[in-house]
């Protein structure tokens, strides 16, 4: 839903956007365009304008793809355009006696607008999304365009002083568009940061998980050798025991070794015991002691014989859930945690009764910790979701299907 919104809004700034450059492209042809020629040729000139400021808006507008291989490639033929169009007015300025159908007399102040805000836009998005070669080139080819705009109308009296502005505009959207890639990249590498400790407590898992069952194969293989002569009925159904754990050890291990597979676990990242929906009444009891907010939990459902990894994903979304409404629910005096099992799903909802975000905070943003844990449910065949709820407050839900991976 919120990629609906997104996307949406997004439609409607490209929207917004293009009618803003249609606008000042019909106030450009009105104005009687830079200057006059004579004949039908005013009518091309005119057109070519407007060409240009719409060429220009087609390379901004599209959402583009860090290092886009066609960004820079759209951008240097709208600057070039560009050059070749203020140079050219220049060059018929100083040499009017050219042969051709050139009437040179300039009829306005107008060197077109359209055509400089949507280089203004390229400048922005070169800087903000174009290769890092490219871009530096492309930046300051760009900021030259723009900067000239205002001498095809004279190259004396106010307007070199407008040009040095618009170069100051320039300067200004190439250092907002690298801000935001700077932005980006940060959030990128946290992102990297936090999914990589993600697979790292995946490890620890599958090292505590592997453990467990490895050390009840092992005692219960130890006790059937001792008891196959005396009691054969006793070792069968001890070895049933061990094909069991075995299985489910197996199972457990090509889910959490899928996920890590590819990337490089801590080897010597701290072990911790697991923790699972048997110790959520006493994480809901600890939450609620520790402040003024009251946890609630309620249970539907067997619970009980559930993979370690689905009891312990359900574990870790409580409790990261709870954390966010220590951080961030304002007025938040509830907190309802409900845990149902279905025949084919475990089910996780964690909802306050908050009036919204403290200031200075974002929630409607995930945060890092539900980012990892949406990875972490993702893999198991899960999913998990985080937003605003019907009746106010914050709402995080997780399905994980109960027998998540055994398939695979």
């Known amino acids: 839903m919120m990629e609906r919104l997104d996307a949406w809004g997004r439609r409607a700034a490209q929207t917004v956007a293009l009618a803003g450059m249609a606008l000042l492209g019909i106030l450009d042809v009105l104005s009687g365009g830079i200057f006059v020629l004579g004949g039908d040729a005013a ?19 599209p959402t583009h793809r860090q290092g886009s291989r066609l960004l820079p490639v759209a951008a240097a033929v709208v600057v070039a355009g560009s050059l070749v169009t203020t ?16 009437d040179v007399r300039s009829v306005s102040s107008f060197w077109g607008l359209a055509e400089s805000v949507g280089l203004l836009g390229v400048v922005f998005v070169v800087a903000r999304r174009a290769a890092p070669g490219p871009a530096l080139v492309l ?28 170069a100051l505009l320039a300067a200004g959207s190439a250092t907002a568009g690298m801000y935001f890639r700077m932005a980006a990249s940060a959030r ?24 467990h069952h490895v050390t009840g194969i092992v005692v219960q293989a130890q006790g059937a050798r001792y008891v196959a002569e005396r009691d054969p009925q006793r070792a069968v159904a001890a070895l049933e025991q061990i094909e069991r754990a075995g299985t489910e050890t197996m199972t457990a291990m090509r889910r959490m070794v899928g996920v890590l597979r590819g990337q490089d676990a801590a080897p010597d990242a701290p072990l911790a015991p697991l923790a699972g929906l048997t110790e959520l009444p006493e994480l809901v009891e600890n939450f609620s002691a520790a402040g003024e907010v009251g946890a609630h939990l309620h ?74 844990l949406t990875e972490r449910v993702g893999a198991l065949g899960g999913r998990l979701a985080a937003g605003p709820g019907v009746d106010g407050g914050w709402v995080v839900d997780m399905a994980l299907p109960v027998d998540a991976g055994r398939s695979r």
Request: charged share 20%.
């Open 139 to 166: 930046v300051a080819a760009t900021g030259l365009a723009v900067s000239v705009l205002p001498l095809r109308v004279a190259t004396t009296g106010v307007y070199p002083i407008i040009a040095m502005g618009y």
């Open 43 to 61: 009518l091309l000139v005119a057109l070519w304008h407007v060409a240009l400021a719409v060429a220009a808006a087609a390379v901004w507008l």
């Open 87 to 102: 140079f050219g007015r220049l060059l018929l300025t100083r040499h009017p006696d050219l042969p051709g159908p050139w």
């Open 188 to 211: 990128e590498r946290q992102l990297d940061t936090v999914r990589a400790e993600q697979r790292a407590e995946f490890a620890r898992d599958l090292h505590d998980f592997i453990a």
């Open 299 to 372: 249970t539907e459902g067997h619970l009980d014989g559930l993979p370690v990894e689905v009891t312990s994903s359900a574990y870790r979304v409580v409790m990261e859930a709870l954390t966010n409404v220590r951080q961030h629910a304002t007025g938040a005096r509830r907190v309802e945690v409900h845990v149902t099992r279905t025949p084919d799903w475990l089910l996780v909802r964690v909802g306050d009764d908050g009036r919204g975000q403290r200031p200075g905070r974002t929630r409607e943003r995930p945060g890092f910790g539900l980012v990892g």
